[in-house]
């Protein structure tokens, strides 16, 4: 059973940064895609960044050249480094997994997720004027 536990959430500033972590347990899979979704109050889950175990990586268009997304297979860990965050990026972070498979490129809305089957329980972040 695949574990995740995510940390490193929390309030900062617009234009302030943050990185996320993401420790997974539980899978020796070779293939699989892992990755970092968001939701906020009133909208729709969607995917931020993901990342496969070749370490091929997508974004969604509004993280762009803000957001990094790594992982330590060490250490088993995947982070997510969000620099200059705006108020629109405040929201319950995920991270997720999926075995068996490479990661498709991220695309909007709540569907994207429907792909993944392993879930972290989150963390908040909430970025302030």
């Known amino acids: 059973q695949v574990q995740l536990v995510e940390s490193g959430g929390g309030s900062v500033q617009s234009g302030g940064s943050l990185r996320l972590s993401c420790a997974a347990s539980g899978h020796t899979a070779s293939a699989y895609c892992m990755g970092w979704f968001r939701q906020a109050p009133g909208k729709e889950r969607e995917g931020v960044a993901v990342?496969?175990?070749?370490?091929?990586?997508s974004y969604a268009d509004s993280v762009k050249g803000r957001f990094t997304i790594s992982q330590d297979n060490a250490k088993n860990t995947l982070y997510l480094q969000m620099n200059n965050l705006t108020r629109e990026d405040t929201a319950m972070y995920s991270c997720a997994a999926d075995l068996g498979r490479f990661c498709d490129v991220v695309r909007p809305g709540d569907s994207y997720s429907r792909g993944f089957g392993y879930w972290g329980q989150g963390t908040q972040v909430t970025v302030s004027p």
């Open positions: 990342i496969d175990s070749y370490g091929l990586t």
